[in-house]
C-alpha cells in the first residue's frame, strides 16, 4: 500500500459503501435519496471523508478469458458464451472503463462509528462493509517535485477546490467530475460547523465582502463578489430559521497516470469541467504531498468552504451504480452515460413483480434486433425462445440457434390440430371459435349441430382425428350441409394442411419461431388460435425456463385469439416460469391494445426513439423527467431507456458478434464468426 493510503487507514475506520446511481432514477426518488442524505448529514455530529477511487478495469480476473471456442460444444450456448465473452474482453480494450467504488472514512472517534454508517446505510438505502484501506492509486517512494509527485513509476497530481460551482446544481452534479476518463482519488471532507462559530465566521466573512463590493464599486462592482456576499446572507439565514446546518466542505483529488503528460491532460480535464460549472479547481502547487495526503483522507485539507445541508447534499457521490455482468443475466448493451455493460434479469423474482417485458419504440428503432438479443441471449442461458413474428424477421437467428422456424404459409412440417391442442376439455369450444373464425358467424341451428358433431366424434378420441373430420357428420344433417359446404374448402388443399392436419404442435429445442406475415388475410385469425392454443398449453406443460416473444403485437390489436393469448401470457406466465417480451410501435397503444398490456403486465419496459407527442404520452406513463423525454425524442436505432422499477436506465444495444452475425447476416470484419 502506498504511504499516503496506509496513513488514511492509521487510527481511521473505512467502509466500502454502494448505493444507488442517482442519475439513473425518478425524479421522486432521487429526491427522495438526496433528502435522506441530508436528513443524515443534518444529524451528523462528526467529521468525516467520502473518497471516490477511480480505477481502470483491467481484463483480470473480471473477465474470465473464453472457456470454449465458438461452437466446441456443437450446443449454441457455448458459442453464444464465447462470443459474450470475447465482446466484453475486446469492449474493454477498446474504452477504457472505470469503477468508481466510494469509500466512507471516520476519524477515530471512540466508538459509535457502526451506528453511524448503519443509519447512513439505512437512510440512503446503500450496502458495504468495513474495508481494509483504499485500493492504492501509486505505490512504492514518494518523490515530490514542484507540481506533480512521482510515486512508482506513476505521476500523481492534485487539485484542491477553489471555488464551489457558481451555477445552481443538483444532486448529482459531481458525476461531472468522476466522469472524467482517469484513475484518480476524489476526497470529500466534511465537518459540521457549530451555529455559534458558523455565524460569527459568516458575519466577519460578510463585512470583509462588503467593504470589497464598497471598494469595487466605482468600477461596476464584482459578480463574484455579490454571488459570495449573498451566499453569505443565505447561510446566515438558514442559521437564523433553523432551517438546516452549516458544514464546511473540501475537495481534494488526486489524478494518477503513468506518464507527466498524461497525468497534465486528464488535471485540464477535470478542471474544465469544474469551470463549466463556474467553479473551479486549484493545482496544490508546491504543495503536492499535503494534497495527495488530504486526498485519502489521511490529513485535514487546508481550504475549506461553507455550505449549508441542502448543498452538502448534492454532493452525493454514489453515480455509477453498475456490477459487470455475469453469465447468468442477459447482456444487452452499455450504459449510455457510463459506458458499463447493461444486463438484465428478468428472472430475478424477488427484485420485480414478473418476468416481462415490455417495448415501445417506433419503427426502425431497433425492436427486433432487440427482440432476437433477448431470444439469443435466452438461449445462451439455456432458456427455451418462441417468437410469433408477424413480420418473418427472426427466422436467421431462429435457425443459427440451433432451433426451427416455422412459417405457416408454408405447410409446416408440424401440425396444430385443434383437436389436440390444450385442455380437452375445452376442445369443442375452442374448435367452434375456430370454425366460426373460418366460416363466418354460425346460426344458433349450425352451432348446436357443430357442438353435437364434436361431442360425439371426441367420445373416441384419436389422434388422427381432425377438423375435416366433422364434414360428413355435419353434411349428413340438414342444419349442417349449408356450414359443411362453407367448411370443406378449409379442410382441404393447402388450407386444410394448416386447419385440419393432426399434429401436438412443434417441440421447442432452443428457439423456435412461428411466422405469420404470408398468410392470406383470411387465414390469419384461425391461424393464430391455432398457435395461442399450442403456445399456452406448451407455456403450461414445459417445465423449464421459457421466454416468449411477440414482435409487432400493434399488428395483431385487432385478433382476439391473439388478444386473449397476450393477456392470458402476460398475468399468468410467470407462474409458469415464463416471461413475455411484448413490442409494439406507438405510444399511443398505451391507451388499450398491445401497449396497455405491456405497460400495465410487464415489471420491465425498454422505451425507444419517439416523435415528440409520443415522448409526452411516455413521459407521464413512466415518470420520466424531462431530460429523459428528450433523451426518447433524440434516441436513434438500438438507444432504449430501460425502466424498472425507479430505475430509467440509457441503453445503447450492442450484441456480440455473433449474436449480430446471427440476427442479421452480417459478419463483422475481421471476425470468424459465419452466420449460419
Ligand atoms: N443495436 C443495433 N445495432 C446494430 N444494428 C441494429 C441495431 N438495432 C437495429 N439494427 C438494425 O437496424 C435495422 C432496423 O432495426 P429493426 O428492424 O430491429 O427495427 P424495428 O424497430 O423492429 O422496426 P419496425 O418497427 O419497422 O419493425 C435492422 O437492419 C437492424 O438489423
Ligand atoms: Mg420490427
Known amino acids: 500500500m502506498s504511504a499516503a493510503s496506509a496513513e488514511s487507514s492509521a487510527g481511521a475506520s473505512c467502509w466500502r459503501l454502494a448505493g444507488a446511481d442517482l442519475l439513473e432514477l425518478t ?42 471456442e465458438a461452437g466446441a460444444a456443437g450446443y449454441p450456448g457455448a458459442a453464444l458464451e464465447a462470443a459474450r465473452l470475447a465482446h466484453l474482453r475486446s469492449d474493454l480494450e477498446l474504452r477504457p472503463r472505470y469503477r468508481r467504488p466510494v469509500f466512507l472514512i471516520l476519524p477515530a472517534a471512540g466508538g459509535g462509528e457502526d451506528e453511524i454508517v448503519s443509519q447512513l446505510a439505512q437512510r440512503c438505502q446503500l450496502t458495504g462493509a468495513r474495508a481494509t484501506g483504499l485500493p492504492a492509486l501509486a505505490e512504492g517512494e514518494v518523490r515530490e517535485a514542484a507540481s506533480a509527485l ?79 456576499l449573498e451566499a453569505a446572507g443565505r447561510l446566515r439565514r438558514v442559521l437564523a430559521t433553523g432551517t438546516g446546518r452549516v458544514f464546511e466542505v473540501a475537495v481534494t483529488v488526486s489524478l494518477g497516470a503513468d506518464s507527466l503528460a498524461e497525468a497534465r491532460a486528464q488535471e485540464r480535464a477535470m478542471r474544465a469541467r469544474m469551470d463549466a460549472l463556474r467553479g473551479n479547481l486549484l493545482p496544490a502547487w508546491l504543495d503536492q504531498l499535503p494534497a495527495r495526503l488530504e486526498s485519502v483522507a489521511a490529513v485535514s485539507p487546508a481550504r475549506w468552504h461553507l455550505v449549508d445541508t441542502i448543498e452538502l447534499a448534492t454532493f452525493w457521490p454514489w453515480l455509477d451504480a453498475g456490477r459487470d455482468p455475469s453469465s447468468d443475466v442477459s447482456l444487452l448493451g452499455r450504459h449510455q452515460r457510463t459506458g458499463r455493460p447493461v444486463a438484465l434479469d428478468l428472472h430475478s423474482g424477488h427484485q420485480l413483480a414478473n418476468a416481462n417485458l415490455g417495448v415501445v419504440a417506433s419503427s426502425g428503432s431497433g425492436k427486433s434486433y432487440l427482440a432476437g438479443l433477448v431470444g439469443l441471449e435466452a438461449v445462451r442461458r439455456g ?57 363466418g358467424p354460425l346460426s344458433t341451428a349450425e352451432s348446436g349441430c357443430l357442438l353435437g358433431t364434436l361431442d360425439r366424434l371426441l367420445e373416441t378420441p384419436s389422434p388422427s382425428l381432425v377438423l375435416g373430420d366433422c364434414l360428413q357428420p355435419l353434411q349428413a344433417t340438414s342444419e349442417g350441409r349449408a356450414l359443411a359446404d362453407r367448411l370443406r374448402p378449409w379442410v382441404q388443399g393447402s388450407p386444410g394442411g394448416l386447419f385440419s392436419r393432426p399434429g401436438r404442435g412443434p417441440r421447442v429445442r432452443s428457439a423456435l419461431g412461428i411466422g405469420i406475415r404470408d398468410l392470406p388475410p383470411s387465414w390469419v385469425p384461425g391461424a393464430t388460435l391455432l398457435v395461442s392454443r399450442w ?10 425456463v421459457k421466454q416468449v416473444i411477440v414482435d409487432e403485437a400493434g399488428l395483431l390489436a385487432d385478433n382476439p385469439a391473439l388478444q386473449t393469448l397476450i393477456s392470458q401470457l402476460a398475468r399468468r406466465i410467470r407462474k409458469y416460469r415464463g416471461s413475455l417480451m411484448l413490442l409494439t410501435q406507438a405510444a399511443g397503444d398505451l391507451a388499450g391494445g398491445a401497449g396497455e398490456v405491456a405497460a400495465v403486465n410487464s415489471a420491465t419496459m425498454m422505451l425507444g426513439g419517439q416523435v415528440a407527442a409520443g415522448a409526452l404520452r411516455l413521459q407521464e406513463a413512466f415518470d420520466l423527467d424531462d431530460h429523459q423525454r428528450e433523451w426518447l425524442q433524440q434516441a436513434g436505432r438500438g438507444h432504449f431507456l430501460l425502466v424498472s422499477g425507479t430505475r ?23 471476425s470468424a464468426w459465419e452466420p449460419h
Open 648 to 670: 430509467r436506465c440509457p441503453l445503447l444495444v450492442e450484441a456480440p458478434a455473433l449474436h449480430h452475425a446471427w440476427l442479421t447476416g452480417q459478419t463483422p470484419a475481421g
Open 535 to 544: 403456445l399456452w398449453a406448451w407455456a403450461k406443460s414445459e417445465p423449464g
Open 150 to 228: 512521482r510515486q512508482g513509476g506513476r505521476w500523481l497530481v492534485s487539485l484542491r477546490l477553489g471555488r464551489l460551482p457558481g451555477v445552481e446544481v443538483e444532486p448529482g452534479w459531481l458525476w461531472t467530475l468522476l466522469e472524467v476518463a482517469a484513475e484518480y482519488d476524489l476526497a470529500i471532507h466534511i465537518r459540521p460547523r457549530p451555529g455559534l462559530a458558523a455565524d460569527r465566521h459568516l458575519r466577519r466573512r460578510m463585512r470583509g465582502l462588503r467593504a470589497r463590493v464598497l471598494a469595487a464599486g466605482a468600477d461596476g462592482g464584482d459578480p463574484r463578489l455579490d454571488a459570495a
Open 27 to 68: 425524479s421522486s426518488a432521487r429526491e427522495r435519496l438526496a433528502t435522506a442524505f441530508a436528513g443524515w448529514l443534518d444529524q451528523l455530529e462528526t467529521g468525516l471523508t467520502l473518497v471516490a477511487c477511480s480505477r481502470r478495469l483491467t481484463m483480470e480476473p473480471a473477465i474470465p478469458a473464453p472457456m470454449v
Open 383 to 439: 432458456q427455451l425462445v418462441v417468437v410469433v413474428d408477424p413480420e418473418n424477421e427472426h427466422r436467421r437467428w431462429c435457425q443459427a440457434a440451433g432451433g426451427e422456424y416455422l412459417d405457416l404459409s408454408d405447410q409446416p412440417a408440424v401440425g396444430f390440430n385443434i383437436m389436440e391442442l390444450g385442455d380437452p376439455g375445452d376442445v369443442p369450444l375452442a374448435a367452434m371459435e375456430l370454425v366460426g373464425l373460418l366460416c
